[in-house]
């Protein structure tokens, strides 16, 4: 057991009246995904303590990921912080609870505690085959993975009408698998897990954001490098009334390579991937050659990744407060000093710059180009990785979404895994852009070419997020230049 922090106070206090976080193991293929529904998961908790949540490979013992889960903040127009994050899956001292958001926050209601007390969903495509076949046969019996889909929420409890996606054969908008409607998953199975950030955050003491997330968990069953990785589609719903000006998102993630503490941390800015690796070959628990992890956005371009350790002195430790938080999320230490490129990241000590960065160790330690942990050589230890995925305004009642993915490879020595990791990044993009039916994650809903069908302006440019002219490409967000000079941020569809 790696750290143990309840508090104890808070425990006593909750207990009687929250409900205990629901546990799920997704393990189609080779990675077994521990999943939960308070804001943090690929991690474990029990009455002995906290426990990493991500074995791989499949029932070999040995874990990758100690916890992750995703941090989201933003400021109103007055500059109040609202933010809602996790890092541990310690019980009941959480930002997040199970279920969707209830708009009279009824959420001791008998029937909210029945409905969403478990808020993940399980169902895998074969299940779907089979429904598609038979549900018209005569002594075919639903199985409950497809019947309990929460494809509606329930409206007399306050939560939204529609909830998970679901294949609407009769355009209703109600889910009736009766008539052959069925879970709109992606991959050969997957679970859906729904969470609100609507009580008392008893992990930042932030402010509630009114927040409704939605991630849907899916592996592959495959002979290749799928067969090693879970994706994830999230989306959030700002389901109050409060409009953020700044609205920010990061993937927060607690890789342990085996053993924690002989870890170090990089990121690619041009794969938008941030990764963890053993510093030697050895490891406590994956023994020589241990593998690489990494986590990719693969619909955005992130805009930092920083880092910190448990055992570093503040402010390079971990956050605690909303505050420090929010800095990591801007790309800085929690004090909201600058990270700056070379040695750990620090301004002044031994191998740091005067050049501020957005990336840290954003070099390759395979090929030993760029500044990565290895060519500072660096004290290895117990890394914690936060890569921002988003900065945008988010309006009340506007929702965005990102897709990920959590890859792994162990093909060679602790550097040829990183460099194997990166191979795998490239394989797992280029699969994800031929997924020509996945719904487009963005806040806007248009194509660019349906923006204005009746204009008289005209589309001129196209820029990446860092600003330079680009070309539009399926899955892209960029900002758009029109005739008028006007310019929107986009997400290109088709
Ligand atoms: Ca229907
Ligand atoms: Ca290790
Ligand atoms: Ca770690």
Redesign the pocket.
């Known amino acids: 057991m790696k750290r143990l922090l309840i508090n104890a106070l808070f425990l006593c206090f909750w207990h009687s009246i929250s409900a205990q976080q629901s546990e799920y193991t997704l393990d189609l293929n080779q990675a077994s995904a521990t999943l939960l529904d308070e804001g943090a998961f690929f991690a474990h908790s029990d009455s002995s303590g906290l426990h990493p949540g991500y074995e791989i490979p499949k029932g070999s013992g040995i874990h990758a990921i ?1 916890s992750a889960g995703f941090w989201m903040a933003g400021l109103d127009q007055w500059g109040q912080l609202f933010l809602s994050a996790q890092r541990l899956a310690v019980p009941n001292q959480s930002d997040f609870y199970s279920g969707p958001y209830s708009i009279f926050h009824t959420y001791m209601d008998p029937n909210y505690v029945s409905k969403y007390s478990d808020a993940i969903w399980t169902v895998s495509k074969a299940e779907i085959d089979f429904h598609q076949q038979h549900f018209q046969d005569l002594g075919y019996v639903i199985p409950n993975s497809i019947l309990d889909w929460p494809g509606n929420g329930d409206t007399i409890l306050g939560v939204a009408a529609q909830l998970a996606p679901f294949i609407d054969l009769n355009g209703d908008l109600i889910y009736q698998p009766q008539f052959g409607e069925y879970p709109d998953i992606r991959g050969d199975k997957a679970s859906y897990v729904i969470y609100n950030d609507d009580r008392p955050h008893l992990n930042t003491n932030g402010n509630s954001m009114r927040i409704e997330v939605h991630i849907m968990f899916y592996q592959f069953a495959s002979t290749d490098f799928l067969n090693e990785t879970t994706f994830m589609n999230m989306r959030v719903f700002n389901r109050g009334a409060l409009f953020f000006n700044q609205f920010k998102c990061g993937f927060f993630m ?3 390579v085996g053993g ?1 503490a002989d ?1 170090y941390i990089g990121s690619d800015t041009t794969r938008n991937l941030m990764y ?1 690796y053993n510093y030697d070959n050895t490891d406590v628990e994956y023994g020589t050659n241990p593998p690489a992890i990494g986590a990719i956005s693969l619909s955005h371009d992130i805009q930092n990744m920083t880092y910190f350790t448990s055992t570093s002195a503040y402010p390079y430790n971990d956050p605690g407060p909303a505050m420090e938080y929010w800095n990591f999320l801007n790309g800085t230490w929690e004090n909201g000093a600058g990270f700056y490129y070379g040695g750990q990241g620090y301004g002044g000590p031994a191998g740091s710059t005067n050049t501020p960065t957005n990336f840290m160790f954003s070099g390759n330690p395979y090929t030993n180009q760029g500044w990565s942990e290895v060519s500072a050589n660096n004290p290895p230890g ?3 990785g936060i890569m921002t995925i988003e900065d945008i305004q988010l309006n009340s009642h506007a929702e965005t979404c990102y897709d990920m993915a959590i890859i792994y490879n162990r093909n060679g020595n602790n550097l040829e895994n990183v460099q194997g990791l990166l191979e795998v990044a490239d394989s797992i993009r280029q699969f994800y852009n031929l997924q020509v039916n996945y719904y487009n994650c963005s806040q806007v809903t248009a194509s660019y070419d349906e923006l204005n069908p009746n204009t008289t302006k005209s589309i001129i440019a196209f820029y990446d997020l860092l600003g330079r002219a680009c070309s539009p490409e399926k899955g892209k967000i960029l900002f758009v230049q029109f005739s008028d000079g006007s310019i929107e941020k986009r997400m290109i569809l088709e």
């Open positions: 100690f607690d890789g342990d924690y870890d963890f117990d890394r914690r």
